[in-house]
C-alpha cells in the first residue's frame, strides 16, 4: 500500500481498509472482460454483463452512499457535508454517463436488474456498505472512494484505448472523465 504521507503514519483503518478492499478489487480486475479487453479483444455479451454487474453494484449506489454518509454524520462536520453533498452531483452525473456508455454496447434500462450480479461485483459492493455504515466518516469516505476510483482508474486504463473508438463522444464521456 502507497503511504498517504511521509510525515504521520498511516491510521490502522487505513491499512484494514486496503487489506479488505484489495482482494476484492483484484478479483474486479479478474472479470473475464477485463482479461479479453487485454487481449485486444472481447465479447459483445460480457461487455453488457460487465456493464450492467459495475453499474448495478458500484456506479449506482454511490450517489445513495454519499447521501447515506450525510445522513450519518451531517451534524459532526460541515466541511465533509459540503464535499460530500458536491460528490454526490458529480457522482449523479456518472450514473447518467455510465447508462449512455451501455448503450453504446446493447444495454437498455430493462438490463441493470434482471441480470445475475458476479461474486466479485457483489462482494465489494457489501464491503463499500459496511465501511460507510461504520460510524467512522473518515472509514466511510476513504473506503467509498478508495475502492471505486481504484477500480474506475484501473478499468478505465486497460478499457479506454479499445472502447472509445467504438464510441461516440456522449457515449465515451465515463470513460474520459
Known amino acids: 500500500m502507497a503511504r498517504i504521507t511521509k510525515d504521520t503514519p498511516d491510521p ?11 482482494s476484492y478489487l483484484e478479483r474486479m480486475m479478474g472479470l473475464p472482460l477485463i482479461r479479453d479487453v487485454e487481449k485486444e479483444g472481447f ?53 447518467v454517463w455510465w447508462k449512455d456508455m451501455g448503450e453504446a454496447f446493447g444495454v437498455s434500462e430493462s438490463d441493470y436488474p434482471s441480470l445475475e450480479i458476479l461474486p466479485a461485483c457483489a462482494d465489494l459492493k457489501e ?7 461504520s460510524g467512522d466518516l473518515s472509514v466511510a469516505m476513504a473506503s467509498v472512494n478508495y475502492s471505486i476510483e481504484t ?27
Open 151 to 177: 477500480v474506475a482508474a484501473r478499468l478505465t486504463r486497460i478499457v479506454a484505448p479499445v472502447l472509445i473508438p467504438r464510441m461516440t463522444k456522449k457515449q465515451s464521456r465515463w470513460l474520459q472523465v
Open 12 to 22: 490502522e483503518w487505513l491499512y484494514s481498509l486496503d487489506e479488505r478492499c484489495s
Open 127 to 133: 464491503t463499500i456498505e459496511t465501511f460507510v455504515n
Open 43 to 95: 465479447d459483445r455479451s460480457q461487455m453488457r454483463n460487465v456493464l450492467v454487474n459495475i453499474g448495478r453494484t458500484i456506479v449506482f449506489p454511490f450517489p445513495g452512499w454519499l447521501d447515506d454518509m450525510i445522513r450519518l454524520y451531517d451534524d459532526r462536520d460541515e466541511l465533509a457535508t459540503r464535499f460530500l453533498r458536491a460528490n454526490r452531483v458529480e457522482e449523479t452525473n456518472h450514473v
